[in-house]
């Protein structure tokens, strides 16, 4: 990795901080509803399988959109370093 995609690497992580997180690493307010939604939607703890209701086999296509939403929960995951107990504590306190 050249020393520019290392500080680009850096750069992005700030931003990922300063966009969920107060001052002394615990989650804002917002970034806590924000992220109990894509906790859910990104299936962030659950299996990737998706089975066909018509054919009640393995849906290759809806597996891959699956394990796509999972790849961009990781990546915040990633970049935010938040421990798990927070992660698994956050709900979503909207109805959708």
């Known amino acids: 990795m050249t020393k520019q995609q ?3 690497v850096l ?11 107060r ?3 615990d989650l804002q307010q917002d970034a806590q509803l924000v992220l109990a939604h894509l906790k859910r939607f990104c299936r962030a703890h659950v299996c990737t399988l998706q089975i066909s209701p018509k054919t009640c086999m393995m849906d290759p296509l809806a ?6 939403r999972r790849e961009v929960w990781l990546e915040i ?6 421990d798990e107990q927070t992660i698994f ?4 306190t909207i109805n959708e």
């Not at 750069?11 to 997180?21: D, H, I, P, S, W």
């Not at 995951?77 to 938040?82: A, I, N, P, S």
């Not at 504590?89 to 979503?92: H, K, T």
């Open 77 to 82: 995951q990633k970049f935010l370093y938040v």
């Open 11 to 21: 750069n992005l992580k700030g931003a990922f901080c300063r966009t969920f997180l």
């Open 89 to 92: 504590r956050l709900e979503e």
């Open 63 to 68: 597996s891959a959109a699956a394990e796509g």
């Open 6 to 8: 290392v500080q680009q």
């Open 23 to 25: 001052d002394g690493g």
